[in-house]
């Protein structure tokens, strides 16, 4: 069964700050790894990894995934209030088109 | 921007009610699907469709669920007869292909 786990649960930090976010996963045939930003409802998609060591970019936000190592961290610098939300990564395996979430990370970023 | 539409935001019903759940995928995707997220919890997957069928379900989507696209551009989940544990936000995705799917923003569906 295909698992994600999130790390930290919960976060706080002031604006300003940097914060890593931790996912690791076990999947059978990998193919993907996304990251979603959830505000009040609806998972936003941030960023989709197939292939280790390759940093995907947003302004402040980065990733990078680890497919030796079974991990992906997501870096958000210079935080903002608006950057408060459950962060979540979620997994795909080939030939499947399912995706598997962790629990998330809250993040709360306080002024 | 293209987005995933969802109607209701919020709906109330009776235990043992059916309910359909409804949907607008992004006009260009091919694979659409529903998740749930009971408050509180992980969001899980129910169940995919591609090229007008269930390409993948989970042990969630039992015969109480159907899913339906009625027509080219609505994608509906139906509930037969609702429980209370039916209780969650229910979200409908849809994607180009197996990469990133984009989500709707979700009915709250509360079974009393």
């Known amino acids: 069964e295909d698992k994600v786990v999130q790390s930290p649960l919960s976060l706080v930090v002031h604006e300003g700050d940097t914060v890593t976010l931790n996912c690791s996963y076990e999947?059978?045939?990998?193919?993907?790894l996304l990251w979603y930003k959830q505000e009040k409802k609806a998972p936003t998609f941030l960023f989709m990894l197939t292939s280790s060591g390759i940093e995907k970019k947003s302004g402040r936000l980065s990733s990078i995934l680890d497919k030796k190592e079974l991990f992906s961290i997501l870096n958000i610098t210079a935080t903002q209030t608006g950057d408060s939300a459950i962060y979540l990564c979620a997994v795909s395996g080939a030939g499947s088109y399912q995706l598997t979430f962790g629990k998330g990370t809250k993040l709360s970023v306080i002024p | 921007e293209p987005e995933v539409t969802q109607t209701p935001s919020h709906q109330v019903t009776q235990m043992g009610q059916e309910v359909i759940l409804r949907c607008v995928p992004i006009s260009n995707h091919l694979y659409f699907y529903w998740y749930r997220q009971i408050l509180g919890q992980k969001v899980e997957f129910l169940v995919s469709?591609?090229?007008?069928?269930?390409?993948?379900k989970s042990e969630i989507f039992d015969d109480q669920f159907s899913v339906e696209r009625p027509d080219g551009s609505n994608f509906t989940l139906k509930i037969r007869s609702t429980k209370l544990e039916d209780s969650a936000m229910y979200f409908c995705?849809?994607?180009?292909?197996?990469?990133?799917?984009?989500f709707g923003q979700g009915t709250r569906l509360t079974v009393v």
């Open positions: 995705a849809s994607s180009e292909s197996w990469g990133e799917a984009f």
């Open positions: 999947v059978t045939n990998f193919r993907s």
């Open positions: 469709f591609y090229n007008n069928e269930i390409s993948e």
